[in-house]
């Protein structure tokens, strides 16, 4: 039986696009991008579940019609901070673990943020940049207004990165997005703080927000992107819908972070891509802490020769939570490394899926590429599901992969609890153990501390 | 009548596992400042005493009592304690067989141990001993013992060869100082070099006021402490207690006259090994 198609109505409708058109100071060319977005999005229903990225992931209590664009948040309202960017500026990293002491991690002290930019509930709150970077030629802050003022380094790449017609969820983010923030660094400039950029939602609260991250040749920054607030699972929860687009220029290297870290109750749907080319380097890791179902799609395209990528993924579920990463290493070019680990821990009930693919091209020969998923279950009723899969044309490639799934072993519990250590800190330590491997290839002492203990503290005792 | 000094009295010490009963009645009193070995064939239940006496879930006591009696007549009854409060209250076994922790650096690891044993209130969360008097301790202890510095920083016992999982569960003694320590055959997996040491550190570290009951089926270990009592299991009962002398026979002759002496004791083995094997198949 075949079904037609019934598209999905929501707030997100022709009238709220006329509003956010007739308000936004976006240049005429990202305004006619949106519209045709709208008439993507008015064709289209919700992913079907014989899509095979969505195959994994329960829409059915998902309702479009709850969700619209909110209003400005009053005045006094102070901006979301984030569990990073608490960790780089508050956290004094002294003694936290024995390596670190020993390599003279006694002396990371707080640090800085470069330019910091945050929005609640679509709306912008705040939006600093490091004046000597500003007057290097660095261009961060709220899109409309760079879209229109920089127009030649940022158009060609704005909604070109990602497939902004792929899905509703594609198509929607694309016509609505709020609160975007571009971050350019110009050939040569090299950042050494990081920049950091908060999305935040009330309790109900939406977030459509966009992240356009462009290196020029030989650029170099850190950029921190997390997400914060919404409502607990059982109440109005939120909704986020999001899109990040990454362009690694020759020779450039980005240390990108993603968090999400929405409460229970937010669903979560985000695209991500980047393109790398000739010789840049890219560091990606993605944190996943929150929200009640998430559907992310990262991808990482290799395009230009020599080009290396890390993608790094720690997530911890618990509850009902229920997350899907589809992954992509597509090695267009030769000579190019992709390596991605993501590790997971699941407690409760909860679900996290991980599908993962390596593409090589015919022209990328040499290429070598890697993938590998473990997961730790710390309860009888959390279920992991890992697919690996390969997809290559070029015939001089070394291309692996693996996954494991492993619980927490009772006896290595009575062995720490032996020498004194409570049930709730063994298993903590356990888990933390799990991790090592992954937190080992993040650079930022600051965010590998912030994730470990932001894990740590959920953490109940494992029987 | 209270003795001079703190005591772990155990008294007819019944264990089973899986419903399997492997002690059956165990009597041990071991004073601080006291060495005892413990002896006795393979399976014959040595392990066992030492995982009930730390609190191992899966062996369950069905009778009996292990308690801290202290020298004023004070008494705590360590099977109502969880296996963290029986370290904190100053008991430690040294494992047959460590557990591996991967990417948990035996340097933090130790370092909540040490700070929970000698703060017994601690409550999670609360303060680790600092960083700094930490790893001058732990340096200092690890040049007495000839361990590389380096060690420190691998992850608990993962990868360890026998020998490196020995020495660090002799380091974890040196460093959590504990009233009682059951030594579970620390010496196998050692080269002769490193028993020798391994003896005269425990010594060492032992000094006056360490009671410990050291179980071993060699003799290298017993060198530098010469046990006040050898104690013979079989068949999950100490069915013989002697002097130092008792182990140097057991070395030289094995278990034969212990077992015809106690054909009782020497049957009980006999079943438990077939229950073992039925249980396998
Ligand atoms: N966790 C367990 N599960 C099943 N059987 C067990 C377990 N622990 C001990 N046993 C059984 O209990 C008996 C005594 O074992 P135990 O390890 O105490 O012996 P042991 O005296 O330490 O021997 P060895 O000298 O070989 O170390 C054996 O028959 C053993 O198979
Ligand atoms: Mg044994």
């Not at chain 1, 075949?2 to 936004?24: K, P, Y």
């Not at chain 1, 004046?131 to 709220?142: I, P, T």
């Not at chain 1, 599908?355 to 309860?379: C, E, H, P, W």
């Not at chain 2, 001079?4 to 071991?30: F, M, P, R, Y």
Request: charged fraction near 20%; include cysteine; glycine fraction near 10%.
């Amino acid at each position: 039986m075949s079904t037609a198609t019934v598209a999905a109505r929501s707030a997100f409708d022709a009238a709220a696009l006329d509003t956010i058109l007739s308000g936004t100071a976006g240049p005429a060319w990202a305004s006619d991008l949106r519209r045709t977005a709208l008439e993507r999005l008015t064709a289209l229903g919700l992913p079907d579940r014989r899509d095979e990225n969505w195959m994994r992931t329960d829409l059915r209590l998902f309702k479009p019609q709850a969700w619209g664009p909110r209003p400005a948040p009053a005045p006094a309202t102070p901006p979301p901070e984030g569990l990073l960017a608490s960790a780089i500026l508050s956290r004094d990293l002294a003694a936290e673990s024995y390596a670190d002491f020993e390599a003279g991690g006694a002396a990371v002290g707080p640090g800085r943020l470069a330019g910091r930019f945050a929005s609640l509930d679509g709306h912008v709150v705040r939006c600093e940049l490091d004046a000597a970077l500003a007057a290097r030629g660095v261009v961060f802050g709220a899109a409309d207004e760079l879209l229109a003022a920089h127009g030649a380094a940022l158009r060609p790449h704005w909604f070109q990165v990602i497939d902004p017609s792929c899905d509703w969820f594609a198509a929607m983010h694309a016509a609505f997005h709020a609160a975007s923030a571009v971050l350019y660094v110009p050939p040569g400039v090299r950042i050494a703080d990081p920049l950091h950029v908060v999305a935040g939602i009330s309790d109900g609260g939406v977030d459509t927000s966009h992240v356009l991250v462009v290196l020029g040749e030989g650029a170099e920054a850190t950029v921190l992107t997390e997400t914060a607030g919404g409502g607990s699972a059982g109440g109005p929860g939120g909704f986020h819908c999001g899109g990040t687009e990454i362009v690694v220029g020759k020779g450039a290297m980005l240390r990108m972070v993603n968090l999400q870290n929405w409460n229970t109750g937010v669903w979560h749907f985000a695209r991500q891509k980047a393109v790398v080319h000739a010789s840049g380097r890219l560091q990606w890791t993605l944190g996943a802490l929150g929200s009640r179902l998430s559907q992310v799609a990262q991808d990482v395209a290799l395009v230009g020769r020599g080009g290396s990528a890390q993608v790094n993924g720690v997530m911890f579920t618990e509850g009902r939570q229920h997350l899907v990463y589809n992954t992509l290493q597509h090695h267009e070019a030769a000579d190019c490394r992709s390596d991605l680990l993501y590790k997971g821990a699941l407690q409760g009930r909860s679900r996290l899926v991980w599908r993962g693919m390596i593409k090589v091209d015919k022209a990328a020969q040499k290429t070598d590429g890697y993938q590998r998923n473990d997961n730790l279950m710390l309860s009888n009723d959390a279920r992991a599901d890992s697919i690996p899969g390969l997809e290559i044309e070029a015939d001089d490639v070394r291309c692996t992969h693996g996954a494991t799934s492993g619980r927490v072993d009772a006896e290595q519990i009575f062995y720490a609890r032996a020498r004194g250590l409570s049930a709730d800190e063994a298993a903590r330590l356990v888990v933390a153990g799990f991790f090592q491997q992954v937190f080992d290839r993040i650079t930022i002492p600051q965010v590998r501390e912030a994730l470990a203990r932001a894990i740590g503290g959920r953490i109940h005792r494992i029987a | 009548m209270p003795s001079a000094t703190e005591q772990l009295v155990i008294k007819g010490l019944h264990v089973s596992v899986e419903g399997q009963e492997i002690l059956k009645g165990v009597d041990l009193t071991i004073g601080r400042g006291e060495v005892h070995a413990l002896m006795g064939p393979n399976g014959s239940g040595k392990s066992t005493l030492g995982y009930a006496i730390m609190g191992h879930p899966s062996y369950e006591v069905t009778a009996g009592s292990v308690e801290l009696v202290g020298a004023d007549g004070s008494r705590r009854d360590l099977l109502a304690m969880e296996p963290d409060e029986r370290a904190r209250a100053g008991v430690f076994l040294a494992f047959q067989r460590p557990m591996s922790i991967p990417g948990v650096r035996l340097a933090d690891f130790l370092r909540h141990a040490v700070t929970n044993v000698r703060n017994p209130d601690r409550k999670e969360g609360q303060e680790l001993m600092p960083m700094r008097d930490f790893r001058n301790e732990l340096k200092a202890k690890m040049s007495e013992l000839s361990m590389d510095t380096e060690f420190a920083r691998r992850y608990v016992n993962d990868g360890f060869s026998g020998g490196e999982m020995k020495r660090a569960e002799i380091l974890q003694l040196a460093m959590l100082r504990p009233k009682f320590a059951v030594l579970d055959e620390t010496d196998s997996g050692l080269d002769a070099d490193a028993v020798r040491l391994a003896s005269e550190s425990i010594a060492r570290i032992g000094g006056a006021d360490m009671g410990i009951l050291i179980i071993t089926h060699h003799e290298q270990l017993l060198e530098h402490n010469i046990p006040l009592k050898t104690h013979v299991m079989l068949g999950g009962r100490i069915v013989e207690s002697g002097g130092p002398e008792l182990a140097q026979e057991l070395h030289k002759r094995g278990y034969e006259r212990i077992r015809s002496a106690y054909p009782e004791a020497a049957a009980a083995e006999k079943a438990l090994e077939e229950s073992s094997r039925a249980a396998a198949v």
